[in-house]
């Protein structure tokens, strides 16, 4: 997740601060995210040299779809921001790089990080295929559970799968709201009332 989100945010920045390269990037990580891990996991052996049982294969896989993710999340995130907060701060003499570190990345650091609790979940799931080429994780419990017939073992990898992933959520959005405390806490939701169909006569309000 760490290497996903260090690749991923030069890339987004990439993304939104060029038209050009805005959309061939988030269309390569759009293609790269419908590239299934089972066909994915056999090909990086070839394409870096590592062994087919290297742990080393499932942490590329992992930081691919990592980056697939938040490429298009940071890029929303740093075009969500106000551009009359960019013309306030530029008018106060901060330069591209300055205003990007201190006025825009902490902006857009909300949306970034639902980003990163997507991808968080996302990986803790995806983990468990590792199993397949080798890689110990809770994948076992599927894997053995389907070849031996124990509905149980798999139903236990499935809750502790999502208990994990549930916990890293919540830890990280903990974080968040420690490291941005202007995050909102809640959006309100507009309330839908229907309009009356006939004018309400002797109602005093």
């Keep these: ?36 891990s089972l066909a994915l996991l056999p090909i ?25 993710i938040m490429a298009r999340s940071i890029a929303d995130a740093l075009q969500s921001v106000d551009p009359g907060v960019r013309q306030a701060a530029t008018a106060m003499g901060y330069g591209s790089w300055r205003r990007f570190w201190t006025v825009e990345l902490p902006l857009a ?6 980003g990163l609790r997507v991808t ?47 916990l890293v959520d919540f830890l990280l959005a903990r974080v968040g709201r420690v490291l941005m405390p202007w995050a909102p806490r809640r959006v309100a939701r507009p309330k839908l009332e229907a309009p009356p169909l006939v004018p309400m006569v002797g109602r005093r309000s």
Excluded: C, D
């Design 1 to 36: 997740i760490l290497f996903g989100f260090l690749i991923a945010l030069p890339l987004g920045y990439l993304a939104f601060r060029f038209k050009l390269t805005r959309g061939l990037l988030l269309t390569l990580a759009g293609l790269l995210y419908t590239i299934p």
């Design 44 to 68: 990086l052996p070839t394409i870096f040299g590592t062994s087919f049982l290297s742990p080393l294969n499932l942490t590329i896989a992992l930081t691919i779809y990592a980056v697939a």
């Design 109 to 114: 650091g909300p949306v970034i990080l639902a």
């Design 120 to 166: 968080a979940v996302s990986t803790i799931s995806l983990a468990t295929v590792g199993i397949l080429i080798g890689v110990q994780s809770l994948g076992y419990l599927f894997t053995n559970g389907l070849q031996r017939r124990i509905v149980p073992e798999i139903l236990a990898g499935l809750v502790m799968v999502v208990v994990i992933a549930l």
